[in-house]
T-cell receptor, first 112, second 113 residues
Framework: SQTIHQWPATLVQPVGSPLSLECTVE??????LYWYRQAAGRGLQLLFY??????ISSEVPQNLSASRPQDRQFILSSKKLLLSDSGFYLC???????????FGQGTRLTVV | KQEVTQIPAALSVPEGENLVLNCSFT??????LQWFRQDPGKGLTSLLL?????REQTSGRLNASLDKSSGRSTLYIAASQPGDSATYLC????????????FGDGTTLTVKP
């Protein structure tokens, strides 16, 4: 069966520090991968998606970047965090562009 | 641009009631619609996926319907239990290779014992 791992679960970082959140998927190959951010009490906003290794598409201009160094690994990064980067970040995958989507447990990022 | 709306934003019901959550979307050219459950501070758990060619899907006490032409979906929960308390999100997916989904803001359900 397929599983998705996302870590860390919580993170407190000072303004201006770098960020690296990692997501890995097990039990499947060539998944579509997604990074979402969720504001309090709101739905999810798509940040990045990837349909293959090294292929990253950005949905919104921001202080973040994403990379996919391996087929089942998706990384969300920032060189210098801003207060506005605080939020709940969720990684997701699907078999194809139209398959069922599965989510990780999320990372609560607080920038102080 | 696709917009997804969920009504009501919050709902409180006594245990045992049947209830309906609503999801509407502005662009009917969708490939599928997925309902999720989210517990506080947790990720999303997939409940039901309805393809655009389908009218409904059932899983246990849950039944989701889809009327693509009118841009509506409903999630019916039968005989609600306190353990059903959570936020329920719907997401519509456009038919592209990227598989991008647009989410509603969710309905927060509280089932009182």
């Amino acid at each position: 069966s397929q599983t998705i791992h996302q870590w860390p679960a919580t993170l407190v970082q000072p303004v201006g520090s770098p960020l690296s959140l990692e997501c890995t998927v097990e039990g499947t190959s060539n998944p579509n991968l997604y990074w979402y951010r969720q504001a309090a009490g709101r739905g999810l906003q798509l940040l990045f998606y990837s349909v293959g290794i090294g292929q990253i598409s950005s949905e919104v201009p921001q202080n973040l970047s994403a990379s996919r160094p391996q087929d089942r690994q998706f990384i969300l990064s920032s060189k210098k965090l801003l207060l506005s980067d605080s939020g709940f970040y969720l990684c997701a995958w699907s078999h194809t562009g139209v398959g069922e989507a599965f989510f990780g447990q999320g990372t609560r990022l607080t920038v102080v | 641009k696709q917009e997804v709306t969920q009504i009501p934003a919050a709902l409180s019901v006594p245990e045992g009631e049947n209830l309906v959550l609503n999801c509407s979307f502005t662009d009917s050219a969708i490939y599928n619609l997925q309902w999720f459950r989210q517990d506080p501070g947790k990720g999303l758990t997939s409940l039901l996926l309805i393809q655009s060619s389908q009218r409904e899907q059932t899983s246990g006490r849950l039944n989701a319907s889809l009327d693509k032409s009118s841009g509506r979906s409903t999630l019916y929960i039968a005989a609600s239990q306190p353990g059903d308390s959570a936020t329920y999100l719907c997401a519509v997916r456009q038919g592209t290779n990227a598989g991008k989904s647009t989410f509603g803001d969710g309905t927060t359900l509280t089932v009182k014992p």
